[in-house]
């Protein structure tokens, strides 16, 4: 009876059937352990340190692990699912274990299948911008190389890959100080700099003030490897500028984000402040076709895999806004995690 219940059941699944994959923080980790663990253990802290760049965040040595895989768990131990696909890419791509990676592509593809954040990785960030736009040329339209010929300083650009683990303070942080030449610098004394000219780019808007201030509070007491709040990112790039376009206008909306966290290479979190320019004309009147155009670019925003979560502007000028904003940055860290 047994054995025909079993041949029962597996005559109605459908031709082509299979068990779907678990895709959960456990199955990953399994899949990046198999991937490295037949290295040996100096050449895993090689691989680790080295040609990732994994943060080290323990205050014990590497050296201290117990084995291969606790080493592996003891950099990764508080990342989430979405932190771990990116780590799982990189170790796909980057590293030179085709023949080891066969359960951590499977888990990513049936990961991608579902719809697992955005289709593909970050290549230009430009950010801050706070003056008039940068005029951009390609210097290798093959590779999206950019390069700025003019404005460049009003805005920033972040060239390098998004790490797995996000995009930190203190990486932003060691990118600044490269780029603006504080190698003799302590952390804090060039994160100073990096976060004046962060604020630079919000300008007089109080409402948008409220956000970067409450999370500024998190680099206090969390430190530097919290995830980035990036201000002012441009999300579409129009090379022409509104008086260029005239009556045709710009084919683009909504060219910058108000703040942008990247919680991997694939997991992009939009939070905007809306004003009265959002949903009204110069007179101050409703008008329903800028609130379509913006809920129709946050439905393209949300089915390209960004997560988009608005403020109106007024709240954020309450009393309580300082405890409202806060609590919703501990629940989306919660959420995303």
């Known amino acids: 009876m047994t054995d025909w219940a079993s041949f029962a059941t597996a005559l109605l699944k459908p031709a082509g059937f299979r068990q779907p994959m678990q ?10 352990d198999t991937a490295l663990i037949a290295r040996t253990r100096d050449e895993l802290e090689i691989i680790l340190a080295d040609e990732l760049q994994l943060p080290w965040t323990h205050t014990a040595s ?53 719809g697992g954040g955005v289709a593909s990785p970050a290549k230009n960030l430009i950010f801050v911008a706070n003056g008039p736009k940068p005029e951009l040329v390609l210097r290798d339209a093959v590779s999206n190389q950019i390069e700025i010929t003019k404005n460049g300083r009003y805005c920033l650009v972040f060239d390098q890959a998004i790490p797995a683990e996000g995009l930190t303070y203190q990486r932003l942080i060691g990118w600044w100080r490269e780029r603006e030449g ?28 409220v956000i970067f201030d409450v999370y500024d509070r998190r680099y206090k007491q969390d430190g530097f490897t919290i995830l980035a709040l990036i201000p002012q990112v441009y999300l579409h790039y129009d090379p022409y500028t509104r008086a260029a376009r005239g009556a045709e206008g710009s084919p683009l909306a909504r060219q910058r984000m108000d703040f942008l966290l990247l919680f991997s290479d694939r997991q992009r979190v939009v939070i905007e402040v809306d004003g009265r320019q959002h949903y009204a004309d110069d007179q101050g009147r409703a008008d329903t076709t800028l609130y379509a155009q913006m809920v129709a670019e946050d439905r393209r925003l949300r089915l390209a895999g960004y997560e988009v979560y608005r403020f109106g502007g007024q709240e954020l000028l309450r009393t ?15 959420r995303m995690t």
């Open 320 to 334: 309580e806004a300082t405890t409202m904003v806060s609590t919703f940055f501990d629940d989306l860290q919660q």
């Open 23 to 32: 895709v959960s923080r456990r199955t990953v980790r399994s899949a990046i």
């Open 62 to 114: 590497p050296a201290e692990s117990q084995n291969k895989r606790d080493l592996i768990g003891d950099y990764t131990a508080e990342w989430s699912l979405q932190q771990l696909i990116s780590l799982g890419r990189r170790i796909v791509t980057e590293l030179d274990i085709e023949h080891a990676t066969g359960d951590l592509r499977a888990v990513i593809e049936e990961h991608d299948r579902r």
């Open 182 to 209: 504080l190698q003799r610098l302590e952390d804090r004394a060039v994160g100073l700099q990096l976060h004046a000219r962060l604020a630079e780019s919000l300008a007089d808007n109080p409402a948008e003030r």
